[in-house]
């Protein structure tokens, strides 16, 4: 398993952007399907986006695709999560997770290892 700790979460007004970062500890970094979730309150946690462990396959959930981004530094051992035109809907919890598995999955009982997540808040 990998530590995850995530940051950047914060207040933002609707359109706005914020970038999310996850620094994971360990030398296997490059070997983990990197994954975002996001729970809102009240809602179950839900798919965000995820990346192949080069970077050259992505997968995000729809409500995000357009306006999400996710790439990684694998000499940084860091993965990010940029988002822009964000909207109130986009508030929740967000969380970082590793897959230690080869294929991108979305669905959140392939990851073995989570972060403690970063609230993120957009304002209308």
């Known amino acids: 398993q990998v530590q995850l700790v995530e940051s950047g979460g914060g207040l933002v007004q609707a359109g706005g952007s914020l970038r999310l970062s996850c620094a994971a500890s360990?030398?296997?970094?490059?070997?983990?399907?990197m994954g975002w979730f996001r729970q809102a309150p009240g809602k179950e946690r839900e798919f965000v986006a995820a990346i192949s462990w080069s970077g050259s396959r992505t997968s995000y959930s729809d409500s995000v695709k357009g306006r999400f981004t996710i790439s990684r530094d694998n000499a940084e051992n860091t993965v990010y999560l940029q988002m822009n035109s964000l909207k109130p809907e986009d508030t929740a919890v967000y969380y970082c997770a590793a897959d230690s598995t080869y294929f991108i999955c979305s669905d959140h009982a392939c990851y073995d290892s989570w972060g403690q997540g970063t609230q993120v808040t957009v304002s209308s």
């Open positions: 360990g030398r296997t970094f490059s070997r983990y399907v």
